[in-house]
């Protein structure tokens, strides 16, 4: 009766050993098929392709790793970014012939700051003095222009009302054109009155 039954305990262990090793022929089939070498025509022996996988394995890590590394180093980027979008604001103060002009900008709107500049220079007035600086993600500047006889009595609260409506955008091509009619029809009483 021992020998039986040491017999079937032989093909019983043989049987599951026999499974054992189908089982792992398998799974190194799935592994090797998810290499990127896979559709090679030569086909690799199996430490080979359990040395593959463990390459391509770390080299997918290394990727991941400098994957959320450079992920980040941009989220930090953003969160310091001197280019965030900070909406222009604006403060004229008329002193008898003299504005101050206060402009705070982002750094991604400087271009308002050369306008202004441009605008008051064709407007004919005298830029006498400009300070800017930097607080964080903000440009402040500070000018201070002198105001010529010609539009010292009326047209200093024009000039603050065209820059309020350049900066804030809110000077429509409706109220461009009523100006530009306004001073042409002035012009046109003045000629009448001059016949």
């Known amino acids: 009766m021992d020998h039986q039954s040491s017999s079937s305990t032989k093909v019983e262990r043989r049987f599951i050993e026999k499974n054992r090793r189908n089982q792992m022929k398998i799974l190194y089939c799935k592994l090797n098929s998810l290499l990127p070498t896979h ?24 990727k991941v790793k400098m994957i959320m590394d450079k992920k980040e180093s941009l989220k930090g980027l953003r969160k310091r970014s001197p280019t965030c979008s900070i909406s222009p604001q604006i403060e004229i103060r008329e002193l008898d012939s003299t504005l101050e002009i206060v402009l705070i900008t982002g750094f991604d709107n400087q271009f308002i700051f050369y306008e202004i500049i441009r605008f008051l220079h064709e407007e004919k007035i005298e830029v006498r003095s400009v300070n800017s600086s930097r607080l964080r993600d903000s440009m402040f500047h500070v000018i201070h222009a002198e105001i010529g006889k010609a539009l010292f009595h009326f047209g200093a609260a024009k000039v603050s009302d065209r820059l309020k409506g350049f900066v804030y955008g809110s000077t429509s091509d409706v109220e461009i054109q009523r100006d530009t009619w306004d001073n042409d029809f002035a012009m046109d009483n003045n000629m009448w009155e001059l016949q």
């Open 39 to 62: 559709n090679s025509k030569e086909q690799l022996a199996l430490p080979d392709q359990i040395d593959e996988a463990i390459n391509y394995i770390k080299t997918l890590e290394a």
